[in-house]
């Protein structure tokens, strides 16, 4: 139980990965509906036009075919707004079972002119039955322009396809086509009668349509289901890459186990030696014992996930989610992780079995010492570690010499994380290889604390420091799982903070307009704005064209200052400070700030029309200026540098939040603009909302932080595991305290301050090695993101590991509390 429990949490993750990638699978492909269960073969044509009315016609009146829909994917811009919005057009036939949508409220079109929208349509729109629409579609006699086609919205219907997430719009095939002027059909999905041969009824269609290709829709589904599964299963790519992290824990904890266990049997292998048994032979018996461990392990930890994967669905439909179960069960996975996770024993018992099987039959006559005492300074060991170390010191201070600057685009990012990472690869090495050496030293600087306890904390500390070998091999675990978690919190605290201040530049504000001709705006119209309740965070500024301090290139000038922007907050510097931003002080980006080779505190020199200034730089940008502003400065400086006073861009926000706020801004923005303070040559975008941002590195890093979990599980294992062993071991120990007067209490709490302690050993470990790392990872992966260390995370990560490490010695500390004194003392061996 002892040595397998670690590998058999590793046998779970491993194949849990594999039952999560079948019921991931079949939910998609059970879910997805880009092409309908009924079709029975899709017909799709050589020609650049499509198919046909001919061809449509001619493939329905063949006698197998019972049913013949022509399908178009395409999009338009939407008319009669200032404010740019987009539509996409899809053709469907609104019923029967080559359907791919359903009827939520009005009607589906049944005539010309006539359009179904999707409910996402309808929200971000404001759209429902009669409401009139006008789409921009391509003119048949010049296609680089458009016309204007009006239709009805007859209905809103919900969307089974992949495509439900965007506004859409439905129509019949024949209809969408004559909106859009098309010359024929993208695809035909047909529903032929039962007992109908695919090779006669595709030969009869070949025959019908000229140059038509027919594919079985069976094999349609089937490469439409892979693409849907596609970015799932990048998902699930990652975890089979931290796997590994969990699975190397895994032996270490074993490899400290089986060392343990086998500390335990020196007498007993004494006397096997003494008997005549060899050194190989005791090794052979100890390997194949610890295969045999392996191997059953494997064997609980997949039927154990097979029983939790058997439960999603069940689960999942308690949370009004429907998930697919596995269809069968995955036999070949199944075996490979088994015979996995005995070879993984067999790497973990291999050291502790060669040396245990050296043991001198004397020890047979011996009785061994709980505990391994102070280390024995190995000359090997130690300059492996020293090498390890220096070797990732190198390595580390490499790519940080090697560091590009903001906007140099030619730097290797992805090679230079892989140094990073192998770097911090030797340099967990070389903790594993020092780790008995270190233990003494971080152990008496954080057990200040712990001898003010009085005698259960000085036991609890002189316990752990007396087994610095046995402590070192459990914190190191904890220590990994510190590491990579706290290296992947700072990571994402850093690249979120620099993905905000993208967004904030990016979509400063959620509507935008400018006049179409570059002229400044109309005196009237940030007042007619201001005045609508629906609008909010009306901004006019300025924005012009300077020469650089160097060079005959321009940079673009504004007087937007940073609170002005949507979460400003977000927007940070590089250098200097935002809050400095004044009189004869600019702001300045980081290609300009690269470009020019300053910082804050220098002086730059900006020319306009003539007029030469000197300015301060007060702040640099981690990145590009918001509206493409290289240099931002005060109203004051860009008017005394001869700029006109009148706005040339408008900024705006929605008041309220929510796409249904959203939507009413922008029909009162569309009012203004298309009114008389417009003047007919404004220009208006929507710029998305804050929470168009993508959650990406959020997704990701969350799932990183799960699988690192595995290893924390691991680790909280392998202290459980190593305290039981030690309870055992110690049992005289434990009765003689007892009879010197020491409570069940004072021993139950002197063993869960040990384990306790292997969380604070391997948090500190941790977090010392993972900071400097993570520093490293963030300017590798981007040099201009800020370093922010979340403290209050990290503060739960090392809280949290201590509690767990101190809950996983509960068991054994109430088996030492139990021990009796008298027992203990006559205990001999």
Known sequence: MATGISLLIAAFAVFGAVMAQQILSATVVERFRGTPDAVSLVVTSKSENGIDDAGLHAIRKLPSVAEAVARVDDGAPLGGSAVERYVRLSADPGKGPLSTVRLVKGSYPDGRRRLAVNEEAARNYGLAPGTPLTLLVP???????????????????????TDAGQPTAYTTGPQLVRILSLPGYVRVD???????????????????????????????????AREAVAEARDLLDLVSVFLPVAIGAAVLVATSTFRIVFARRVRQLALLRAIGATSRQLATALVAEGAAVGLLAGTAGVLAAWSCGRLVPTVAARFGHHVSGSASFPWQPAALTVLGTGLLAVLAVLAPSLTASRVSPLHALRIAASGDGRPAVRTGRVLTGLLCAAAAVALARRQYTGLPEPGDGDYDRFAALIVVAFS????????????????RPVLSAVS?????????????????????????????????????????????????????????????????????????????????????????????????????????????????G?????????????????????????????????????????????????????????????????????????????????????????IANAAEGGAQGRARAQ??????????EGGGRITAEGLGGPEDGSDDLRTVATT???????????????????????????????????ALGLGASAVHRTVTLECALHGVLGGVLGLALGLP?????????????????????????????????????????????????????????
């Open 139 to 161: 003119d048949p006699r010049d296609a680089e322009r458009t016309r204007p086609v009006t239709v009805e919205v007859s209905g809103v219907v919900r969307g089974t396809t």
């Open 190 to 224: 047909v529903r032929t009668d039962s007992g109908s041969a695919f090779p006669d009824v595709a030969e009869q269609i070949r025959r019908a349509v000229p140059g038509a290709e027919v594919r079985p829709a069976d094999e349609v589904r089937e490469q439409e």
């Open 424 to 439: 911090g690869g030797l340099a967990f090495l070389s903790l594993v290889t020092l780790g008995p050496y270190l233990v």
């Open 448 to 560: 200040v604390p712990l001898r003010r306890l009085g005698a259960v904390g000085r036991l609890a500390v002189a316990g752990v420091g007396g087994a610095p070998a046995r402590a070192a091999a459990v914190s190191v675990v904890v220590a990994l799982g510190v590491c990579l978690i706290g290296t992947t919190l700072v990571c994402l605290s850093s690249l979120n903070a620099y993905d905000r201040y993208q967004r904030a530049v990016s979509a400063a504000a959620d509507f935008s307009l400018t006049d179409r001709e570059g002229e400044p705006l109309p005196p009237g119209l940030v007042t007619a704005l201001k005045s609508r309740p629906e609008l909010t965070g009306v901004t006019a500024f300025r924005t012009a064209e300077s020469s650089r301090g160097r060079g005959r290139d321009t940079v673009t000038v504004a007087d937007l």
């Open 562 to 650: 940073p609170g002005a922007v949507r979460s400003g907050g977000a927007l940070t510097a590089r250098t200097g400070s935002l809050d400095r931003l004044g009189p004869s002080r600019v702001v300045v980006d980081a290609d300009y700030a690269y470009s020019l080779d300053v910082r804050a505190g220098d002086r730059v020199t900006l020319t306009i029309e003539g007029h030469s200034v000197d300015f301060t730089v007060a702040a640099t940008l981690p990145g590009a200026g918001p509206y493409g502003a290289q240099v931002l400065m005060t109203t004051g400086d860009l008017t005394r540098m001869g700029v006109d006073a009148a706005p040339t861009e408008v």
């Open 667 to 676: 029909r009162a923005f569309a009012d203004v603009v298309d009114g008389p």
């Open 704 to 738: 990183v932080i799960l699988l690192l979990g595995l290893t924390v599980v691991v680790a909280v294992a392998g202290v459980a595991t190593t305290a039981s062993l030690t309870v055992v071991e110690r049992r005289r120990e434990f009765g003689l305290l007892r």
């Open 773 to 829: 790392y993570a520093w490293l990872v963030v300017r590798v992966a981007e040099v201009s993101a800020p370093f922010r260390v979340p403290v209050g995370q990290l503060a739960v990560v090392f809280t949290g590991l201590i509690v767990l490490t101190a809950g996983a010695g509960m068991l054994p500390a109430l088996r030492a509390s139990r021990t009796s004194p008298v027992t203990a003392v006559a205990h001999a061996d």
